[in-house]
C-alpha cells in the first residue's frame, strides 16, 4: 500500500479511492465531491457527507472496468439517515471519467456502515438489527436481501450508527464503533 496525497481533499473522516489493474488512481472521492486522476473536480453534491464514518465506498460494475458505482452515506448527527449511489463512466471526458448517475436514494433509514465485497453491497439499516445486502450486477442493483441478526442499532444515541463496517476473509461480519 501507498499512501496518495493530493492537493484538493481535506476529509475529516471518510473518503475513497479506486485505482486500476496497475495501480494508478481513477478517481476519488469524500462522499460529497468527485475528483478526477488530475485532481479535477468532476461532481459535487453527490449524496454523502465528509463527516461520516464511511461516506463512500467505490464498488466497479462487474465485467466493466469503466464503470463504478459510488455509495454514500450522511453523517449520522444530521438525522437524515440515507445510503445513495452516483455512477461514474470512465469513457467520459477523453477517458478521465465523469458521474452519468447522480444522488439517487438507494433507501432511507440507513446507519453510516456499509461494505462491500465482489459483487455485493452490505448496508446497516438504523433503528433495527437488519443489514441490507444489494448484489451489483452489469444489469444494476439488485433488490435487498434483508437479515436481522445481532444488536439493535437504535437512533439515539447517534453514535450508534456511526462506526465502520467490514467483511472478514471468510465473510463474516464486524461492526465497530
Known sequence: MKAISNPV?????????ISDRNGQVIF???GDRVWNRQNQEIAAGIGGDPGSTQSALIMPVPGDETLY???TTQEIESGVYELRYSLFDLKLNGGTGGIVEQNVLLFARSTERITGTGSWLIAH???????RAYQITSLGISNPVISSIGSVHNYSPPENGQGYMKL?????IAVAL
Open 9 to 17: 481533499m481535506n476529509a475529516p473522516v471518510g473518503t475513497a479511492t
Open 28 to 30: 476519488f472521492t469524500d
Open 69 to 71: 458505482y459510488i455509495f
Open 125 to 131: 439499516e438504523a433503528g433495527n438489527n437488519s443489514f
Open 168 to 172: 472478514s476473509g471468510n465473510g463474516q
